[in-house]
């Protein structure tokens, strides 16, 4: 029976679905309740001697949440329900790093074990003794040190992947208020019409025109006749392939860094280009099926071996996020190198990033529509699945958008 409770409680834990409670002994008030936040999570409990130093994480931040106040951290893979307020005021004295033996004898000390599970989860750092006094690059790597708290805080909450929150088309709040109109209100005032303006009685649209209200979603694609590897050619390289390159410094001067460039048929922020493409192939004639990254300089599909359970997985995530029928033929992740636009912009610099992939997913939409191809952009993205096909930190290189594309269902209708 103990195999099997011990069986039945590592697959729930494998889930996700178990909290752990932290006290000062079996019989004790709880000082936190610890909330996975990905489905593998498991509280370990690394060695602290008197000598090591610790800091709260600059990722880190408390708030409330309903009732009850909460501790977490975009780094996190969990999230710590704090039970006893003397905890709350201990990490407060954690903005500097201070030794574990100057904590022990702090009133209020949460315990060593609660100082472990905190550091395991990235939520409190280990200083290194004699170490440069850089906080933020003791944080993690170079990566990191790029990005700002609320940044990453928005890329890990605002897709899935590295949080258990209510995520998609939810509806919450329909029983508390109505929706808004979907045409807004005319402000008073003189109407000026534009209808009466002769370019607006144009007899013949521009083929641009009509290629725009051509456009829409097509969440059902013909398996029958799969998409080809000549149309993914044509479409890539008229979305995405490089088209120039040239170098700049950034200042004045001949001592102020260079940095290079490379030029993509659509508008981006800075000309830095920071988006890559990821091609999960489930239907294409003459490409076979798998996981691709596109070279846009050599304009080629490169494989990557992922593991068959995740590449499966990422196709019925984008089938069950477009409630389609079946997975697309080609399901293109759109990923950023958040380090191409972090390096230049600060507190702006995810907000740049998002505006690229709306751009780049508008080209994506004509693009389809003028080779005769459907498509269809997916609002959900799953960072933490991505991290494990590529092997990439999800900070260093992750999804910000997805796309469907494949040959839509040809439409048939009589007299």
């Known amino acids: 029976m103990d195999k099997e409770v011990d069986l039945l409680v590592r697959r729930l834990a494998g889930r996700g679905l ?9 019989n004790d008030e709880d000082l936190a309740v610890i909330e996975p936040q990905v489905p593998d999570y498991w509280p370990r409990t690394p060695k602290l ?11 880190a931040y408390m708030r409330r949440r309903g009732t009850e106040i909460v501790l977490e951290s975009p780094r996190s893979s969990a999230l710590f329900k704090i039970c006893a307020p003397e905890i709350a005021a201990a990490l407060a004295t954690l903005s500097k790093p201070r030794q574990i033996r100057e904590l022990r004898r702090q009133n209020g000390f949460p315990g060593a074990q609660l100082l472990a599970l905190l550091l395991d989860c990235r939520i409190l750092v280990e200083i290194a003794a004699g170490g440069d006094g850089d906080l933020r690059r003791a944080e993690g790597d ?23 929150n209510p995520l998609g088309g939810i509806y919450p709040y329909a029983g508390a208020i109505p929706p808004l109109p979907p045409v807004r209100p005319c402000w008073p005032g003189k109407r000026f019409d534009l209808c009466k303006l002769p370019a607006a009685r144009l007899a013949d649209p521009s ?26 050619a044509q479409f890539l390289g008229g979305t995405a392939r490089i088209v120039s390159k040239s170098a700049g410094r950034i200042g004045l001067d001949d001592t102020s860094p260079l940095v290079e460039y490379a030029k993509r048929p659509y508008p981006s922020a800075g000309g830095e280009y920071e988006l890559e493409l990821y091609l999960a192939v489930d239907r294409c004639e003459g490409l076979a099926r798998g996981f691709y990254h596109y070279d846009a300089d050599r304009h080629a599909l490169v494989p990557i071996r992922a593991d068959m359970r995740e590449f499966e997985a990422l196709l019925a995530g984008a089938r069950f996020a477009m409630a389609a029928p079946a997975a697309p033929q080609i399901l293109i992740t759109v990923a950023a190198r958040f380090g191409r636009v972090l390096w230049k912009y600060s507190s702006i610099a995810y907000a ?8 780049l997913l508008q080209t994506f939409y004509l693009t389809a529509t003028d080779i005769g191809l459907g498509g269809c952009a997916i609002g959900i993205v799953n960072i933490d699945l991505f991290a494990k096909m590529t092997g990439i930190e999800f900070h260093v290189e992750g999804p910000v958008g997805q796309f469907a594309l494949g040959r839509g269902m040809t439409v048939v209708t009589s007299d």
Do not use: C, M
């Open 49 to 59: 001697a008197d000598a090591d130093a610790v800091v709260l994480s600059r990722f």
């Open 142 to 164: 170079d990566n990191l040190v790029l990005w700002d708290f609320h940044d990453l805080l928005f890329h890990a909450r605002s897709t899935q992947g590295r949080h258990a």
């Open 18 to 26: 178990l909290e752990y409670r932290v006290s000062r002994s079996p």
């Open 207 to 232: 083929a641009f025109a009509t290629l725009l209200r051509q456009r829409h979603s097509t969440r059902s694609f013909d398996d029958a006749r799969p998409i080809t590897a000549a149309e993914v």
């Open 352 to 359: 740049l990033i998002l505006k690229d992939v709306g751009v």
